[in-house]
């Protein structure tokens, strides 16, 4: 029966990351896949996260299913670390919060939402985005197109582009934008940029669509909520998918939200009352444990803090360390200014190496990066970035 199946390549990302795995070469750099770590290489453990994980075992008296959507009481922290407490959206009602399997299992459950109950709809995405966006929606049978997004010779975000592309499109489609450090870009749209997308959005009868998984790795926890609060606009729909994944560094934990914004509370429970459904047939419901961490470190208000200041030092030692990768590449001389990457936001950077260079850089040096030149700046650290630097300089050279 399954002799005619082939074998399937490897993921864009998390292929490169078993063939890192298998590589024997001791000086090898894995820059590919979307992990923090530390100036060691290390993807720490939060002490608030630890402190928290003491507290949940103290006090679980059951290890019973959770309802469909999770927990409420996740539902209501996540609501609150995005929109703001006082938010309207919050006190009038009409959001809906479901834990999910991560931020991907998140986008699947809209993806499959947007099939069943949107099926005219087809969901534009920026070029380029995550490379598991197309894939996602393909999956769930929903077409996607692309809209403009980043200006290659600039370096920078074409706005005028997206704003001319995007008044095009037809009145029922989804629109997908990245709350904050857009991956693989790290560009990211200013607040008066933002307010600008939601008038055209708004206008031409679109639903957006923001997937915000690095709340707190742009700006700041509350600055980067920006976007996604320009489009909470009075009676306004619009669809989120988020992760604690980065700001909570619960990697394996899938813990992950998908929060659908309603006119009003009778529209978003009938709406929800669907999202329900489609998570029965899909996973049933979610895992309670790394909902659990983030709803204790969220409503306690000591671990809260001590949460902010290491989400802080996370975003200060990627923005650190753009720095030193942009003065190091200057000093081994590597042709061009690469000043821009001091300007990108998150854990991304989209360098600039083409994929013949970036295939050098894999075969000759054992240094990893994904084809399209994107770079995850939280993997270099002081012990590494002389010798990558020195290896771009090579490559670029030729």
């Not at 005619?4 to 998390?14: E, F, S, V």
């Not at 590919?32 to 060691?40: H, K, P, T």
């Not at 290489?41 to 075992?57: D, F, H």
């Not at 929903?142 to 592309?165: C, G, I, M, R, W």
Request: with cysteine.
């Amino acid at each position: 029966m399954f002799e005619h199946i082939q074998a399937a390549p490897p993921d864009p990302i998390l292929g490169l990351s078993e063939a890192f795995k298998a590589d024997p070469n001791p000086k090898k750099i894995n820059l590919s896949v979307g992990v923090y770590q530390d100036n060691s290489g290390k993807t720490p453990i939060l002490e608030s996260v630890r402190k928290a994980g003491q507290l949940v075992l103290e006090r679980q008296k059951s290890m019973s299913y959770l309802p469909i959507p999770g927990s409420p009481a996740y539902a209501a922290a996540v609501q609150q670390l995005m929109f703001g407490k006082e938010h309207e959206v919050v006190k009038s009602g009409r959001a809906a919060t479901s834990h999910t399997p991560g931020g991907t299992g998140a986008l699947r459950v809209a993806a499959d939402f947007i099939h069943q109950h949107l099926p005219k709809a087809t969901v534009w995405l920026t070029q380029p985005t995550w490379p598991n966006h197309p894939q996602i929606f393909s999956a769930a049978g929903v077409p996607t197109k692309n809209y403009p997004y980043f200006d290659a010779k600039a370096n920078s975000l074409a706005f005028d582009e997206a704003l001319a592309a995007i008044e095009k499109i037809p009145a029922g489609d989804v629109i997908m934008l990245h709350g904050c450090c857009h991956n693989p870009t790290g560009i990211d749209p200013t607040p008066a940029q933002w307010s600008k997308l939601a008038d055209v959005i708004y206008g031409r009868g679109l639903l957006p669509f923001l997937d915000f998984a690095y709340q707190g790795f742009a700006e700041g926890i509350d600055q980067d909520a920006a976007g996604l609060r320009a489009l909470c606009r009075p009676g306004a729909e619009l669809i989120v998918c988020s992760s604690f994944s980065k700001n909570f560094g619960l990697y394996c934990e899938r813990v992950g939200a998908l929060t659908i914004v309603a006119k009003d509370k009778a529209a978003i429970d009938k709406v929800q009352s669907q999202v329900k459904v489609v998570i029965r047939s899909n996973y049933s419901n979610p895992p309670a444990h790394g909902a659990e961490l983030v709803t204790t470190v969220l409503s306690d208000e000591a671990l809260r803090a001590t949460w902010e200041k290491e989400v802080n030092t996370m975003r200060d030692r990627i923005n650190g360390t753009r720095e030193l990768f942009v003065k190091t590449l200057k000093a081994k001389g590597v042709p061009g200014d690469y000043s821009f990457i001091t300007r990108q936001r998150g854990m991304f950077s989209f360098s600039g190496l083409t994929p013949p260079q970036v295939e050098q850089l894999k075969q000759k040096y054992a240094i990893y990066i994904v084809s399209s030149g994107r770079i995850n700046v939280a993997g270099i650290t002081d012990q590494n970035v002389r010798p990558l630097c020195e290896a771009i300089a090579e490559v670029v050279k030729g």
